[in-house]
């Protein structure tokens, strides 16, 4: 295992290049950050471009400051050769834009710059903000309006719809704010085709009318959260969250919890009960031994395949409302919180331990995250309720086991690609691969009693750790990963665990003396 490859970047503006060249977008939150303006027709005559004839080509009309093609190093002006590959000589602007969208999240585009007084004669600079949203991305979300209920406050008669998603009440909602809401929207996403509401009406309406006017509201929020770029937006979070007066005529919810093969325990609890209340209330209610309960954990099941463990002072109803990356019945989950294998083995006499611990192993080898390598089989046998220990006592022993498998991100430990950190109890992991995911041969491997510090970064959002190398100076290793506060609790676990190992071997050696 050799030593990350590390970089730094160079100061200094960058250049406009005049003669064409490959740039690489990735998109963020703002999306590509540039407007294509250009020929709306097929064909053309050929036109000299610092001295070389083309055909008529689409161009970079305006880039957002800062945004993902100005960092790529994309000018106003850039005249556009080629889109992920395809020539685009000639092509309409509707061709160039379908191009574009197709690419996903990271776009090449082949460009050739013009000086920056030849773009400000040919063309003025836009005015208008620079927005290029992408409405194509679609997502499904078991959004609904199952219902409604009349309402009489303040000597107001009114009637409020109830919104759900995936069977978890998020709000309540009254007519007039559907109006508002689809008046904002359509102020924020100017190209987007928005569906009709239901009508206005001027009397009141029969329980037949009512019914209609749910079923309408709920097409509705099902069309417009349909597009991911809409759903996510503040507007429709704002709209989806409960308001004060809903939290304080309802100050007890209903909270699922997934325990084990998605059995899922339900309990009744605070709105504002944080994650430490929330967890004790629901190993109580399954029955786990109090000396195993710092053992375990709740987790928040998040987007690519991945669970993090929710922070003792979060609040689990907030993330239980407002978490659209799934559509089962919820995102909060019971699991392992611990990576000592003797110490997991001591468990088992717990047998609502084992049984957790099980069930979580199945799900770990079913999702490809342990190496079962020609042992499928021989854990496919043993994959009963009789024969748990056996089970755990095999998959123990596997590559992968017991590990928190991260999602890709940037690191300073490569110039180019994405790392995925691998965090175990003999060491932690970086795995090389692509910025899109797909893994690479390099594995580089830090034992732990290698690592000399590790910290966060509040304000840069990522981890940081330091490790000592054989005859040369210590380094420093970052990693841009969106779960940095995880990464670091999981090294402040293992710290931890390490401590226990280090107490016992000076227990045992203090008895052998006395012996």
Same mark, same amino acid.
Not at 165 to 171: D, E, F, S
Not at 187 to 204: Q, S, T
Not at 255 to 278: F, G
């Given at each position: 295992?050799?030593?990350?490859?590390?970089?730094?970047?160079?100061?200094?503006?960058?250049?406009?290049?005049?003669?064409?060249?490959?740039?690489?977008? @990735?998109?963020? &939150?703002? *999306?590509?950050? +540039?407007? #294509?303006?250009?020929?709306?027709?097929? !064909?053309?005559? $050929?036109? /000299?471009?610092?001295?070389?004839?083309?055909?008529?080509?689409?161009?970079?009309?305006?880039?957002?400051?800062?945004?993902?093609?100005?960092?790529?190093?994309?000018?106003?002006?850039?005249?556009?050769?080629?889109?992920?590959?395809?020539?685009?000589?000639?092509?309409?602007?509707?061709?160039?834009?379908?191009?574009?969208?197709?690419?996903?999240?990271?776009?090449?585009?082949?460009?050739?710059?013009?000086?920056?007084?030849?773009?400000?004669?040919?063309?003025?600079?836009?005015?208008?903000?620079?927005?290029?949203?992408?409405?194509?991305?679609?997502?499904?979300?078991?959004?609904?309006?199952?219902?409604?209920? @009349?309402?009489? &406050?303040? *000597?107001?008669? +009114?009637? #409020?719809?109830?919104?759900?998603?995936? !069977?978890?009440? $998020?709000? /309540?909602?009254?007519?007039?704010?559907?109006?508002?809401?689809?008046?904002?929207?359509?102020?924020?996403?100017?190209?987007?085709?928005?569906?009709?509401?239901?009508?206005?009406?001027?009397?009141?309406?029969?329980?037949?009318?009512?019914?209609?006017?749910?079923?309408?509201?709920?097409?509705?929020?099902?069309?417009?959260?349909?597009?991911?770029?809409?759903?996510?937006?503040?507007?429709?979070?704002?709209?989806?969250?409960?308001?004060?007066?809903?939290?304080?005529?309802?100050?007890?919810?209903?909270?699922?919890?997934?325990?084990?093969?998605?059995?899922?325990?339900?309990?009744?609890?605070?709105?504002?009960?944080?994650?430490? &209340?929330?967890?004790?209330?629901?190993?109580?209610?399954?029955?786990?031994?109090?000396?195993?309960?710092?053992?375990?954990?709740?987790?928040?099941?998040?987007?690519?395949?991945?669970?993090?463990?929710?922070?003792?002072?979060?609040?689990?109803?907030?993330?239980?409302?407002?978490?659209?990356?799934?559509?089962?019945?919820?995102?909060?989950?019971?699991?392992?919180?611990?990576?000592?294998?003797?110490?997991?083995?001591?468990?088992?006499?717990?047998?609502?331990?084992?049984?957790?611990?099980?069930?979580?192993?199945?799900?770990?080898?079913?999702?490809?995250?342990?190496?079962?390598?020609?042992?499928?089989?021989?854990?496919?046998?043993?994959?009963?309720?009789?024969?748990?220990?056996?089970?755990?006592?095999?998959?123990?022993?596997?590559?992968?086991?017991?590990?928190?498998?991260?999602?890709?991100?940037?690191?300073?430990?490569?110039?180019?690609?994405?790392?995925?950190?691998?965090?175990?109890?003999?060491?932690?992991?970086?795995?090389?691969?692509?910025?899109?995911?797909?893994?690479?041969?390099?594995?580089?491997?830090?034992?732990?009693?290698?690592?000399?510090?590790?910290?966060?970064?509040?304000?840069?959002?990522?981890?940081?750790?330091?490790?000592?190398?054989?005859?040369?100076?210590?380094?420093?290793?970052?990693?841009?990963?969106?779960?940095?506060?995880?990464?670091?609790?999981?090294?402040?676990?293992?710290?931890?665990?390490?401590?226990?190992?280090?107490?016992?071997?000076?227990?045992?050696?203090?008895?052998?003396?006395?012996?």
């Amino acid at each position: 295992m050799g030593d990350p490859d590390f970089y730094s970047h160079k100061g200094g503006a960058l250049t406009r290049i005049l003669e064409p060249h490959v740039v690489t977008i @990735h998109k963020t &939150e703002t *999306g590509f950050g +540039f407007n #294509v303006r250009g020929q709306v027709s097929e !064909g053309g005559n $050929l036109k /000299s471009i610092n001295g070389e004839l083309y055909a008529p080509l689409q161009h970079i009309s305006a880039v957002l400051p800062g945004g993902a093609a100005e960092v790529a190093g994309v000018f106003r002006g850039d005249r556009i050769l080629e889109v992920n590959g395809v020539s685009v000589e000639g092509s309409t602007h509707k061709q160039v834009v379908d191009l574009i969208k197709s690419g996903g999240d990271s776009l090449t585009l082949t460009v050739i710059s013009l000086p920056a007084s030849e773009v400000d004669r040919l063309e003025p600079p836009e005015t208008g903000p620079v927005q290029y949203v992408d409405y194509s991305e679609k997502r499904s979300l078991p959004i609904t309006v199952p219902d409604y209920r @009349h309402v009489q &406050e303040a *000597g107001e008669k +009114f009637v #409020v719809f109830n919104v759900f998603m995936a !069977g978890r009440h $998020l709000c /309540s909602r009254r007519y007039r704010e559907f109006v508002d809401l689809h008046n904002c929207l359509k102020r924020e996403f100017v190209g987007f085709n928005f569906p009709r509401l239901p009508g206005k009406w001027p009397f009141a309406l029969s329980e037949q009318q009512l019914d209609s006017r749910r079923r309408g509201l709920e097409i509705y929020l099902e069309r417009v959260c349909a597009v991911r770029v809409i759903a996510e937006s503040e507007i429709i979070q704002d709209f989806l969250t409960e308001s004060e007066e809903d939290i304080s005529a309802s100050p007890l919810v209903d909270l699922k919890v997934i325990v084990m093969n998605e059995q899922i325990v339900s309990i009744k609890t605070k709105r504002n009960a944080n994650a430490s &209340e929330v967890y004790k209330i629901v190993v109580q209610k399954i029955g786990l031994l109090p000396e195993n309960w710092e053992f375990f954990a709740l987790f928040e099941i998040v987007e690519h395949n991945f669970e993090r463990k929710v922070q003792p002072t979060e609040f689990p109803h907030s993330l239980y409302i407002a978490n659209y990356s799934t559509a089962a019945a919820t995102c909060l989950a019971l699991r392992k919180w611990l990576f000592h294998p003797k110490v997991e083995a001591e468990l088992q006499s717990d047998q609502v331990a084992l049984s957790l611990l099980f069930h979580q192993a199945v799900e770990d080898v079913n999702r490809g995250f342990v190496s079962t390598k020609d042992r499928l089989h021989q854990l496919k046998s043993l994959q009963d309720s009789c024969k748990m220990t056996d089970y755990l006592a095999c998959v123990r022993d596997m590559d992968g086991y017991g590990g928190v498998v991260f999602p890709h991100c940037g690191s300073d430990a490569r110039k180019e690609g994405h790392v995925v950190p691998v965090v175990s109890f003999d060491a932690f992991r970086l795995q090389a691969c692509r910025e899109d995911g797909g893994l690479e041969d390099q594995v580089i491997e830090f034992a732990w009693d290698t690592i000399t510090t590790y910290e966060l970064e509040e304000e840069g959002m990522s981890f940081m750790f330091q490790y000592r190398r054989a005859g040369k100076p210590d380094r420093w290793v970052r990693i841009y990963s969106h779960f940095f506060v995880f990464l670091f609790e999981c090294f402040e676990k293992i710290q931890e665990e390490i401590g226990w190992t280090r107490q016992l071997e000076e227990h045992n050696k203090g008895e052998e003396e006395v012996l």
